[in-house]
């Protein structure tokens, strides 16, 4: 079945300016079908690491809050707290982050931040699934109890799963602590020993504290290892590796099981956003944020959470790559941005796993807004 995808690009009239058009688009791409009076509508974002700066701009965050309060819905924005020791590993942490990133109170509305998964990340509810990899997935619980999900991803490139967008907003971002140590369990990487120079880097931004040097080389506490992948983009003389054919694959296919975990219950109760703009080469987890791979494209809505991620990997794959940026290869129109980015990593297969097990289509119609002006304009 093919699957509508609502595209905003980003021009913009004296008559209608960018928050406006975004209301518009969402509800256009059928918010009104999602949302009835008084749901209590989670609205999953990332908040954005400390030092991060390619996350959502908050005045859109608040734009779709308000396009929500229209319906007379009741909105909160979450998200569940991190594996890792960063900014954002409790609700405490994770709340002063977001106030500091620029989503408070006087910012959003007077719309809360319920930590999704509680003040120590062990708030979870268990869904069963029945899946190739899971029986039971382990959700955020105020995620699970809310009547429906408004998901808001940035699209950009990710270390492990290729790309990042509503499907890892989802399956990776609505898991609890144990939720999401479930499907990195098997990325475990290796060091080459032989190659190491014995920088520290790994070391020092690790954040499972799994690794330490001795005599000048690294070596790993696997019991610590949360398998993050830090320490392999870390590395500058790629001394660390997984087996990328085989962990790559159940990786994505176990963050799958969990967004099907995390939408049971919500199929008529969801809308997904990804926004294609500050489109950076990795995850918005990270304290900082590399220079865009291509220039903005725009904002996308469904209520497909395949097609929408479908549709932004075609339209980034579809622009020159920015020579500025740390993409070396692939940047003609057309060609494969990812895998310019991570050559290890098969994208496709989170796509193609994820209509195996029924949560979408890749195939998709993309209905473009037209630009409202005036007659003159
Ligand atoms: S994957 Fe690397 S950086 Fe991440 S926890 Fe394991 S050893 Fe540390
Ligand atoms: S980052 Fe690489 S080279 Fe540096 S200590 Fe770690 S494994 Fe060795």
Redesign the pocket.
């Known amino acids: 079945m093919t699957a509508d995808v609502f595209f905003m690009d980003l021009k913009t009239t004296s008559k209608e300016n960018l928050p406006q058009k975004l209301s518009r688009l969402i509800k256009k791409a059928g918010i009104k079908t999602v949302l009835k009076e008084k749901d209590l509508t989670a609205v999953k974002i990332h908040f954005g690491e400390k030092g991060n700066t390619a996350f959502i701009r908050p005045v859109f965050i608040r734009q779709i809050l308000q396009t929500i309060k229209e319906f007379n819905a009741s909105p909160f924005l979450t998200d569940a707290n991190t594996l890792y020791v960063g900014t954002r590993s409790d609700a405490v942490s994770h709340i002063h982050t977001a106030i500091e990133n620029g989503f408070s109170y006087s910012s959003m509305d007077a719309t809360p931040i319920i930590i999704a998964d509680g003040l120590n990340g062990k708030s979870e509810t268990k869904i069963p699934i029945h899946q190739k990899n899971f029986k039971d997935v382990y959700i955020g619980a105020e995620i699970v109890a809310a009547d429906a999900l408004i998901s808001v991803a940035h699209f950009k490139g990710h270390e492990l799963s290729g790309f990042g967008g509503t499907l890892k907003n989802l399956g990776m971002g609505c898991a609890s602590r144990r939720g999401k140590l479930a499907q990195h369990s098997n990325v475990s990487p290796k060091?080459k020993r032989k190659t190491?120079?014995?920088?520290?880097?790994?070391?020092l931004h690790c954040p499972g504290q799994a690794?330490y040097?001795e005599e000048k080389?690294?070596y790993m506490d696997r019991t610590k290892c949360i398998g993050c992948a830090e320490?392999i983009v870390?590395?500058?003389?790629q001394?660390?590796n997984i087996q990328w054919d085989q962990t790559v694959p159940v990786f994505l296919e176990k963050m799958m099981e969990y967004t099907l975990g995390v939408l049971k219950g919500k199929e008529n109760k969801s809308l997904f956003i990804n926004f294609i703009t500050d489109i950076s080469p990795k995850c918005d987890c990270l304290p900082y944020s590399e220079s865009p791979i291509v220039q903005d494209i725009g904002v996308l809505a469904s209520t497909d959470p395949v097609a929408i991620d479908q549709a932004s990997a075609d339209m980034v794959n579809q622009q020159a790559g920015l020579s500025a940026s740390v993409l070396k290869m692939n940047l003609e129109p057309g060609q494969d941005k990812f895998r310019g980015l991570y050559p290890d990593v098969d994208w496709e297969y989170q796509l193609e796993y994820a209509q195996d097990i029924g949560l979408g289509s890749r195939d998709y119609t993309l209905k473009k807004l037209k630009t409202l002006s005036y007659a003159k304009e």
Do not use: D, E, F, V
Not at 234 to 237: E, F
């Open positions: 060091i190491c120079i014995g920088c520290g880097q790994c070391a690794i040097l080389k690294a320490c870390r590395c500058p003389t001394s660390i």
